[in-house]
């Protein structure tokens, strides 16, 4: 009898000390100080490096202006750089260590839509969101109900550009150079099929590799056999600057026309005056007087020393609906999800948003020009 009571006190302690073990190591709730961890991905370095730049430098600020105020319910944001070099392969390398972090709870990135793409399956399965301020391929939000993007689509930026050039430029024989990728041939078979249905003829279809090519000479010649009044670039600020480059000195004079891709002042400064007078669409303008616009332009001023571009302005709003997401949610990276869907009218530096039910947004596109070595406003 005394055996039994000894045995029976034997397996009370056991038990109890199991429960204070598995109590104690059991995922720690966030405390009030505690750090929430946000990666920020794209391309750190090579040819994309200064996309990569721009997140880098408009995330940091968003965040350090958040810390400043008390942080999201008293905890600061801890952001993570994470370099992609805008190469699928990379990009799913990346996906897979962000994911086995639990202290992560949501991405901000990738840059192309080729990377998003491929991290997007990895994401999904491990329930973290990907909130991509650039990813335009209509497909990439199909990959899963964590794909947010912060962009329009290249079906709704294809059409506005095929306008303009046909309706607004006049333009009705249109030639087509574009970068071999997901995202260049989505650009491009939108574009096309827009400006197809308002009538215009496309002289020629030219595809270059991105990182890759560098003499334009033989694509430039054939376009100009087909005689056409404006070529239509699908195309990223470094080939586009060598392709306006290498126009130039085979005295080719015709209008270009680009995509938002384009704004970016290393273009200018990659093709000086060869770059002048082309087009672009845009969703941001540093000359809106709006005071929220002109508060980041002046900080972003003054903590790097140059003007924010259309990609710093989008990863801004983008880590600001994240982080507004998580005053609601929480560090969880399910209710995150959750919060975000509900985002209505995000008033950011490039207008309201609201992510639809794909999680896509659509903003209103204004049209640029470059003007002695400036882009300005055309309309």
Same mark, same amino acid.
């Given at each position: 009898?005394?055996?039994?009571?000894?045995?029976?006190?034997?397996?009370?302690?056991?038990?109890?000390? +199991?429960? &204070?073990?598995? $109590?104690?190591?059991?995922?720690?709730?966030?405390?009030?100080?505690?750090?929430?961890?946000?990666?920020?991905? $794209?391309?750190?370095?090579?040819?994309?490096?200064?996309?990569?730049?721009?997140?880098?430098?408009?995330?940091?600020?968003?965040?350090?202006?958040?810390?400043?105020?008390?942080?999201?319910?008293?905890?600061?944001?801890?952001?993570?750089?994470?370099? =992609?070099?805008? =190469?699928?392969?990379?990009? #799913?390398?990346?996906?897979?260590?962000?994911?086995?972090?639990?202290? /992560?709870?949501?991405?901000?990135?990738?840059?192309?839509?080729?990377?998003?793409?491929?991290?997007?399956?990895?994401?999904?399965?491990?329930?973290?969101?990907?909130?991509?301020?650039?990813?335009?391929?209509?497909?990439? #939000?199909?990959? &899963?109900?964590?794909?947010?993007?912060?962009?329009?689509?290249?079906?709704?930026?294809?059409?506005?550009?095929?306008?303009?050039?046909?309706?607004?430029?006049?333009?009705?024989?249109?030639?087509?150079?574009?970068?071999?990728?997901?995202?260049?041939?989505?650009?491009?078979?939108?574009?096309?099929?827009?400006?197809?249905?308002?009538?215009? #003829?496309?002289?020629?279809?030219?595809?270059?590799?991105?990182?890759?090519?560098?003499?334009?000479?033989?694509?430039?010649?054939?376009?100009?056999?087909?005689?056409?009044?404006?070529?239509?670039?699908?195309?990223?600020?470094?080939? #586009?600057?060598?392709?306006?480059?290498?126009?130039?000195? !085979?005295?080719?004079?015709?209008?270009?026309?680009?995509?938002?891709?384009?704004?970016?002042?290393?273009?200018?400064?990659?093709?000086?005056?060869?770059?002048?007078? !082309?087009?672009?669409?845009?969703?941001?303008?540093?000359?809106?007087?709006?005071?929220?616009?002109?508060?980041?332009?002046?900080?972003?001023?003054?903590?790097?020393?140059?003007?924010?571009?259309?990609?710093?302005?989008?990863?801004?709003?983008? !880590? &600001?609906?994240? +982080?507004?997401?998580?005053?609601?949610?929480?560090?969880?990276?399910?209710? !995150?999800?959750?919060?975000?869907?509900? /985002?209505?009218?995000?008033?950011?530096?490039?207008?309201?948003?609201?992510?639809?039910?794909?999680?896509?947004?659509?903003? =209103?596109?204004?049209?640029?020009?470059?003007?002695?070595?400036?882009?300005?406003?055309?309309?």
């Amino acid at each position: 009898m005394k055996r039994n009571k000894k045995t029976t006190l034997i397996i009370a302690l056991v038990l109890v000390f +199991i429960i &204070g073990l598995v $109590g104690c190591t059991s995922a720690p709730k966030q405390g009030k100080d505690e750090e929430i961890k946000i990666a920020v991905v $794209g391309p750190m370095t090579g040819d994309s490096a200064q996309y990569g730049q721009s997140f880098k430098r408009a995330t940091e600020l968003m965040a350090s202006k958040v810390n400043e105020a008390g942080g999201v319910n008293g905890s600061p944001i801890k952001l993570e750089i994470v370099d =992609d070099k805008n =190469d699928a392969k990379e990009a #799913t390398n990346v996906a897979q260590k962000l994911v086995s972090d639990e202290k /992560i709870v949501g991405v901000i990135g990738h840059f192309s839509s080729t990377a998003s793409l491929a991290a997007a399956p990895i994401y999904q399965r491990a329930q973290l969101v990907e909130l991509s301020p650039t990813s335009s391929h209509p497909e990439f #939000t199909k990959q &899963g109900t964590y794909m947010f993007r912060n962009v329009n689509t290249q079906a709704i930026e294809g059409p506005i550009l095929a306008d303009f050039a046909v309706n607004d430029l006049k333009k009705k024989k249109i030639a087509v150079i574009y970068v071999n990728d997901d995202w260049g041939i989505t650009a491009k078979d939108n574009f096309i099929e827009a400006a197809e249905e308002l009538g215009a #003829t496309i002289t020629a279809e030219e595809a270059f590799i991105g990182g890759q090519t560098r003499d334009f000479a033989p694509t430039i010649t054939k376009i100009k056999g087909t005689n056409p009044d404006l070529i239509f670039l699908a195309a990223m600020y470094s080939e #586009t600057g060598m392709i306006a480059q290498q126009l130039e000195q !085979l005295n080719y004079d015709v209008d270009l026309l680009g995509t938002s891709s384009l704004n970016n002042d290393q273009l200018i400064k990659l093709a000086g005056a060869a770059v002048d007078g !082309l087009y672009l669409t845009n969703n941001y303008f540093p000359g809106n007087p709006d005071e929220k616009v002109q508060e980041f332009i002046e900080d972003y001023k003054e903590a790097y020393g140059v003007e924010p571009d259309q990609f710093a302005a989008v990863a801004y709003d983008s !880590l &600001g609906m994240m +982080i507004e997401a998580l005053k609601t949610s929480g560090p969880d990276r399910v209710k !995150l999800r959750d919060s975000l869907v509900d /985002i209505k009218d995000y008033n950011g530096v490039t207008g309201k948003t609201t992510f639809n039910e794909n999680r896509d947004v659509m903003k =209103d596109m204004i049209i640029m020009q470059i003007k002695e070595g400036k882009f300005t406003l055309y309309r």
